[in-house]
């Protein structure tokens, strides 16, 4: 499994311990759903937190780490609807909630968000521009750890909140229902996190002179010590080793097993080198859970779609390694082959229809006269929707930095000198310049751009590589040249930074 994957399983544990707690004292029926209406304050509780924590705020993170003038409106605008949203959500009638995980997890958010909308409001202060601020790194850094945090937690909560609003995971239906969530997420993560890589992170992969499978291979290691010995009595007292206990522990075991060889084939491994292995991880996975016996035949089948959608991403992976290295994908092209994403989709689609799969679930759909053909069409169009929002942030995060690109570079003639007069972009570029030269020149004001060895010298004598400072320039004037003269006059020019 990927870094994502074994982050949010982490999410999900850490929140069972507020589930276990918030469902240890009541009474024997633990569904509150007593037919009573949702209300409209709790209904627009809920299109104000999908609003500000489902689009506004993943949204405002992809701006700004592109340092776009947007990025504080929007973080700004949903700040303000998520804490109208978090009073909404305490102060509604009509359905009765008793206390639950959504609730008490919803705290930690809106003290997670204070904290991430306190750290950018701070760097938005510069006040490096006025004493030596230390701190001010750190709290970057910090700033970006909490962003990638909200999202996980942002969906860890959507799917406490549809537990509570559907009553689900109460009495003896904890464990199977966590073991569901959590490992239906975890192959949703796997997913996203193939796109990933897919979508933006080859050249990433290629500095670090690794096979792509590396790093499945280590995951899906890891995840499978894990679930060998929590799959049988971690969460509730077991008594004796049912059929599912055995099947769900020797998957484990097959996790483990099968990640270990990969990741040690691949350990010398270079960028070129691919492995079929966690495919074929995938594959068995998917044919043990197709066939994995259930109480009802509804359920079974349901189990089969999840099944035969793992067997059919393990496959699609495999014919893409073949593709790729006998050179019919050709993986240097600027945009995926449309073929890679069919895997990546069917890994999600697994992940959601694994999280459906459990007990209750299962029987509220028989229960209603749904059968499996549209049960697994309205999942199959949910997983269209997810593909779609996670596609649409890595392309808006594209296509950002190639927007910034074509305006902040240096056009330079042949024997590399400059030559034309830089522009300054547009107002949300300036900010971002502004921002750079603060935290990356640190303090200079003046630095010197040599086009022959493409070096940047600072008031101070130091030089540095081409980091993007060529971006900083408000205007540029021949270094030995008088304001009229011509730049070709030297290959080194002056460059002041913006007020």
């Not at 537990?163 to 993560?189: E, K, N, R, T």
């Not at 999840?306 to 993986?331: D, H, P, Q, W, Y």
């Not at 028989?366 to 949910?382: E, H, K, Q, R």
């Not at 004598?461 to 900083?472: K, L, Y």
């Amino acid at each position: 499994m990927s870094w994502s994957s074994m982050l949010l399983r982490a999410a999900i544990l850490l929140s069972l311990a507020l589930v276990v707690r918030g469902h240890d004292h009541h009474a024997a029926n633990m569904n509150f759903d007593m037919g009573e209406p949702i209300d409209g304050v709790l209904k627009a509780h809920i299109a104000l937190m999908s609003i500000a924590f489902g689009a506004l705020f993943p949204i405002g993170m992809v701006l700004g780490l592109r340092k776009n003038k947007w990025h504080v409106p929007v973080q700004a605008t949903g700040g303000v609807l998520a804490a109208i949203g978090f009073v909404l959500g305490h102060a509604h009638g009509g359905r009765a909630f008793h206390e639950n995980a959504h609730s008490k997890f919803s705290w930690f958010m809106m003290w997670l968000l204070v904290a991430q909308l306190g750290a950018g409001i701070y760097l938005k202060l510069h006040t490096e521009k006025r004493f030596n601020d230390l701190a001010r790194p750190y709290i970057k850094i910090a700033h970006k750890l909490m962003a990638v945090t909200m999202v996980i937690a942002t969906y860890v909560q959507v799917l406490l909140g549809v537990v509570a609003w559907l009553g689900f995971c109460y009495d003896g239906y904890l464990g199977q229902c966590l073991a569901h969530l959590i490992m239906g997420s975890s192959f949703l993560a796997y997913g996203i996190w193939l796109l990933l890589l897919l979508r933006l992170a080859t050249p990433w992969l290629a500095s670090y002179g690794r096979s792509p499978e590396l790093y499945d291979s280590a995951m899906i290691m890891v995840w499978g010590l894990f679930n060998t010995f929590t799959e049988h009595g971690f969460i509730e007292k077991a008594h004796g080793w049912s059929h599912k206990d055995l099947q769900h522990t020797s998957l484990g075991v097959i996790w483990f097993c099968g990640g270990l060889l990969s990741t040690y084939m691949l350990r010398k491994s270079e960028p070129g080198d691919r492995s079929m292995f966690p495919s074929i991880i995938l594959i068995f996975t998917g044919c043990a859970m197709g066939s994995h016996e259930q109480d009802t035949a509804f359920s079974t089948q349901v189990h089969f779609v999840f099944g035969l959608s793992l067997v059919l991403a393990g496959l699609t992976r495999c014919m893409e390694i073949v593709l790729i290295t006998t050179n019919l994908i050709k993986t240097g092209s600027k945009e995926p082959n449309p073929f890679q994403y069919i895997s990546v989709f069917f890994l999600c689609h697994s992940g959601m229809a694994f999280m459906a799969s459990n007990r209750e679930n299962v029987a509220a759909m028989a229960s209603i006269g749904i059968d499996i053909g549209t049960f697994s069409l309205g999942y199959l169009s949910i997983t269209f929707l997810l593909f779609l929002y996670a596609f649409f942030l890595m392309q808006l995060f594209a296509e950002l930095g190639t927007s910034n690109a074509k305006t902040m570079s240096l056009p330079t003639a042949d024997d590399g000198t400059v030559y034309h007069s830089v522009s300054q972009g547009g107002a949300d570029e300036q900010q971002g310049m502004n921002d750079d030269m603060a935290e990356g020149a640190h303090g200079r004001t003046h630095v010197i751009f040599s086009a022959d060895d493409n070096e940047y010298i600072g008031d101070d004598g130091n030089s540095f590589e081409n980091s993007g400072f060529a971006r900083h320039s408000a205007g540029m004037r021949g270094r030995n040249a008088g304001y009229g003269a011509s730049p070709r006059a030297s290959a080194e020019i002056e460059l002041s930074p913006m007020r």
